[in-house]
């Protein structure tokens, strides 16, 4: 939960998901969507794909491998994952490498490459700390040390070099160019797609939803039926062709959200009718909706049409 969300946003969410899933066992044997729609929010749901992948691995081999190529086979672990978790939990000689840890390294060696280009030279630095002594005998302590230092100390912006432990080996602050490091790329402008999304809700106050293919972005995940996301706008007489129905749809608002890497808007159209015939979708009471695998975009959307009602 901590890769690409902030510990505040995730502690709440956290505290639900294990007392909800309290083993591996657990969340091994939940099925998909229970575990999407526990993950709600927090985005990247590859990410709960993954998760829920992997639990079901470790549940099948009767527990957790204690390697770090052991740990990389597992659905959902990477070079990064797989360093924290040998380090932290089974005390392996890894430095897991994270922002925090990027910038102590790229300020230590004084890396001065641009961060897109650097990304091996840092992990080679960092690998170099993990050499020391102290880093051998405590792995686990030692990359805690590491994240915290660089959250605490060696800050983005104006870091605390006065009171950091390396401050004598720093080869960034002697050269004087440690707040300048690790040096950022230039960023890119990010595309807009468009979409157009159909609230269409029967005389019970049911809302019809469908799934996202299993792959791909918000793959599994609940949405409002709707056209494909692309770079052109869609008007209105081409959106309304891949409506779930004939309806008196009538426009409901504009939902903007923004992804890694494209921003998006979307057209709201919104309907009631008496019945809903669910096709290859489902229905789901409006009051409930709440519970469902929603991805945030979804949920805005859900927050508009109620809105405009």
């Known amino acids: 939960m901590l890769q690409q969300t902030t510990v505040a946003a995730v502690i709440p969410y956290y505290e639900r998901f294990v007392a909800r899933f309290p083993t591996v066992q657990a969340l091994a044997a939940a099925p998909l969507q229970t575990v999407l729609a526990a993950w709600a929010g927090l985005g990247y749901y590859a990410r709960a794909r993954n998760l829920h992948a992997c639990a079901q691995a470790v549940a099948a081999r009767g527990g957790f491998p204690a390697t770090l190529a052991e740990l990389e086979s597992l659905p959902g672990i990477g070079t990064y994952t797989a360093a924290a978790i040998g380090a932290i939990a089974f005390g392996l000689p890894a430095v897991p490498v994270d922002g925090n840890v990027e910038r102590v390294a790229s300020r230590a060696f004084a890396v001065t490459e ?75 402008t990010r595309p807009v797609r468009h979409g157009a999304h159909f609230w269409m809700e029967d005389a019970a106050g049911r809302v019809l939803l469908r799934d996202r293919a299993a792959q791909g972005l918000l793959g599994g995940m609940a949405e409002l039926p709707g056209t494909p996301w692309r770079s052109l706008s869609w008007p209105e007489n081409e959106a309304l062709s891949y409506a779930p129905a004939p309806a008196p749809w009538r426009p409901a608002g504009q939902v903007r959200h923004g992804f890694t890497h494209f921003e998006l808007i979307i057209d709201l159209f919104a309907a009631r009718v008496e019945q809903i015939d669910p096709g290859a979708g489902y229905l789901v009471a409006a009051d409930l909706l709440g519970d469902a695998a929603l991805p945030s975009v979804m949920r805005k959307c859900v927050a508009m049409a109620r809105l405009q009602q």
């Open 114 to 188: 641009s961060l897109r280009e650097a990304k091996h030279g840092i992990r080679q630095a960092a690998s170099r700390l993990g050499e020391q002594a102290a880093a051998r005998a405590r792995p686990s302590d030692f990359a805690q040390a590491l994240f915290d230092l660089g959250a605490t100390v060696c800050t983005p912006a104006t870091p605390a070099c006065g009171v950091c432990p390396w401050m004598r080996d720093c080869a960034g602050r002697l050269a004087g160019i440690a707040e300048q490091l690790p040096r950022k790329s230039l960023k890119k």
